[in-house]
């Protein structure tokens, strides 16, 4: 860590020299202007005016690069924030594979979209704005689009209703948009820690935090995807089980939804309460998915394994939901309330 002496330079102006190689780096000359920020625990932010206006571009190059790592790097320039992002042919061309590669690629990224198509190059750009979106925002969205699957799939499969399933699976990708979408945004407000206000963050500290629950809800979207992909799967689009059994199922997926949905607003909200709330209301299902396996009546093993297999999902999702309710009570243990005085 390099220190500066901080001068005074009249009765209350106090000042600090930039370090020459920072200045250089960013293009920083006598008269231009820097952004300050002020941050939580007594940190200032020096940021060069380039930050705020830059819009950077990565060229991919193909060669060397088959179908599958051009779009999974499309992908990664995308979370890294870049504005623009070209795919580009040196020595003609190019194939056919890239081409449908960078179309796979746009479908799956919200905001991202061609803007100039050469038979050797396509550039595509993305037109998402970090002030369009707040992070608790996509939090939320994320959590509902992952609930809402969930009960989809759940009632597909109490009806035995393929087409309910099948909305639910194509919700998925939705699910995913916002995922990455966060990602993105993440990102960007780490490296420019001016983002982070447009994100509705006083501060880049929740960041961390952040990028694991939307993980989290991201693998809880999967856990809906496995129920969906069971109704699909299963002889009558149902589990062979009576009304009784079904209904304990439905009361399951009630009470996950609702840790689920008290996480996320923990995390929203800073609120050690609702972390509180969660935890009592996972101690009350952690046996549940034993519980009903251990009531079920003799059947055959492929029943029950589509059985074990939608309890398992469900029960996974809850354990989800209690990692996100450990992190809020990390983001809200260290704001004072109530229960907590910081000096």
């Not at 059994?245 to 689920?260: G, H, N, P, S």
Request: glycine share 4%; proline share 2%.
């Amino acid at each position: 860590m390099e220190t500066r002496k901080v001068q005074r330079l009249g009765p209350s102006t106090l000042a600090m020299t930039l370090p020459a190689e920072w200045a250089s780096e960013h293009g920083v000359e006598k008269g231009d202007e820097v952004s300050l920020r002020m941050g939580g625990k007594g940190t200032l932010t020096v940021m060069p005016e380039s930050a705020n206006t830059e819009e950077t571009e990565a060229i991919i190059h193909t060669a060397n690069l088959d179908a599958d790592s051009v779009e999974r790097a499309i992908v990664a320039q995308y979370v890294l924030g870049r504005r623009v992002i070209r795919i580009e042919c040196a020595d003609g061309a190019l194939e056919s594979a890239h081409i449908n590669a960078v179309y796979r690629a746009e479908t799956q990224l919200m905001g991202l979209g061609v803007i100039e198509e050469t038979p050797e190059s396509i550039s595509i750009r993305c037109s998402v704005d970090a002030e369009d979106f707040t992070l608790d925002n996509l939090l939320e969205r994320l959590e509902r689009t992952g609930r809402t699957m969930r009960g989809e799939a759940i009632k597909a499969l109490a009806h035995g209703n393929p087409d309910l399933a099948q909305r639910a699976l194509n919700r998925e990708r939705q699910a995913n948009k916002i995922f990455v979408l966060m990602l993105r945004l993440i990102f960007t407000a780490f490296q420019n820690p001016n983002l982070a206000r447009a994100v509705d963050l006083d501060s880049g500290f929740p960041l961390i935090g952040y990028r694991s629950i939307a993980k989290n809800l991201e693998l809880t979207a999967d856990n809906a995807e496995d129920i969906a992909d069971i109704v699909m799967e299963t002889d009558g689009h149902t589990l062979n089980v009576d009304t009784s059994v079904m209904r304990e199922i439905r009361e399951f997926t009630e009470d996950v939804d609702a840790i689920t949905t008290l996480a996320v607003e923990s995390a929203v909200e800073r609120s050690y309460d609702k972390t509180i709330e969660a935890r009592e209301l996972f101690h009350g299902i952690s046996d549940r998915e034993r519980e009903i396996l251990a009531d079920l009546p003799e059947m055959a093993n492929e029943d029950l394994l589509e059985v074990r297999e939608v309890l398992v999902s469900l029960q996974q999702t809850a354990q989800y939901a209690m990692r996100n309710a450990e992190i809020a009570a990390n983001l809200a243990l260290n704001e004072e309330s109530e229960h907590t005085t910081i000096k």
